[in-house]
């Protein structure tokens, strides 16, 4: 249960000084792309929550000279988030996300719009990889080598902040509004993720509730076996194994898959965009120290975002009249 408690909070979350910080405001980074040199300014949002809506809202309008506005989400996410809930219907106003009301905005204001993730087409098959490359790593030395690396890797460049002026923190969260509208984002997320994906949806669901049970399950299979004594004795040390295992196979996913290799890509999206100016990216607040430091060190061009040197997709009239 507490892992799937954590995988959830990770997807609701999944800066050098540089003459633009006055002061730090909640939720929002402020840096300069090393590359051009353009300011950016990068929203840390827990998905569907009130405020981060507001929050997301507020910066594209208040920004000026803005150049373009670059969001967490691919085409393919895009163009199904449009159809499920399109601006003015049912849905678009019960299940409004911070990322298409910046998108609005900036559309009102002419700014254009870059859709700066990893392709779901391709991140999937990615994640497959990345799971039998740690499964099979499981049994051999060089292997766990391998995952420390890049467990430890992925975990400095998401999470350490001593490098950054200025940066997101636990306590940017720890606001009354962010934290009511929390209980909003836990209603929104699943039912927007069951409608725009339902197959995927479905399969994490399984999953999830496989994994509550089978935490449970195995537990009590744990304590049973060291009862019983001996004889169960290799049954305890199996169940044991798996308990260690899995978190460490998850780690993996969560640091590379999730985080590691999606920020190069949120990183080289933005840094394109910033060609035309100032920059104002809309991020799950996981993303944001991250994609930060990729822009302020050039990794964001030399970094391997999956494999490929691929950057963001524009929102085009061609694509909206596809809708």
């Known amino acids: 249960m507490g892992l799937c408690c954590i995988f959830l909070l990770l997807l609701l979350l999944c800066v050098p000084s540089n003459g633009y910080i006055l002061a730090h405001i909640p939720q929002v ?11 950016v300014i990068l929203v840390g949002s827990v998905h569907f929550n009130p405020a981060s809506i507001a929050l997301a809202r507020k910066t594209v309008a208040a920004e000026e000279n803005l150049g373009a506005v670059v969001v967490e989400s691919c085409e393919a996410r895009w163009k199904r988030s449009l159809e499920v809930s399109p601006e003015g219907s049912f849905l678009g106003d019960v299940l409004p996300s911070e990322m298409q009301a910046a998108a609005l905005v900036a559309k009102d ?21 990345i799971l039998k490359e740690t499964l099979a790593d499981l049994f051999s030395p060089a292997g766990w080598g391998r995952i420390a690396k890049d467990v430890q890797r992925g975990a400095s460049l998401a999470f350490d902040t001593t490098t950054l ?66 004889a169960n004795l290799a049954l305890t040390i199996a169940l044991s194994i798996f308990n260690v295992l899995l978190p460490i196979v998850f780690a993996r996913l969560l640091l590379v898959g999730f985080l590691e290799e999606r920020n190069v890509r949120l990183a080289r999206s933005i840094s394109e965009a910033a060609e035309r100016g100032n920059v104002i990216a809309i991020l799950g607040g996981l993303h944001v120290n991250g994609v930060a430091k990729l822009l302020e060190s050039e990794d964001a061009l030399t970094g391997d975002g999956g494999g490929d040197k691929k950057a963001g997709t524009w929102w085009t009239e061609e694509m909206i009249n596809k809708i």
């Open 109 to 129: 204001r002419g700014v254009p719009l870059s859709l700066g993730d990893v392709d779901i087409n391709d991140f999937s098959p990615r994640l497959k990889v």
């Open 29 to 39: 980074v402020t840096c300069k792309d090393i590359r051009t040199k353009s300011k």
């Open 165 to 230: 002026a200025d940066s997101l923190q636990p306590t940017d969260f720890i606001r009354s509004d962010v934290l009511l509208g929390f209980a909003v984002s836990l209603i929104r997320y699943p039912i927007a993720a069951a409608l725009k994906a339902p197959v995927p949806f479905a399969i994490f669901a399984i999953f999830a509730t496989s994994m509550t049970l089978g935490s449970t399950q195995l537990d009590s299979a744990i304590a049973n076996a060291e009862a019983s004594g001996d």
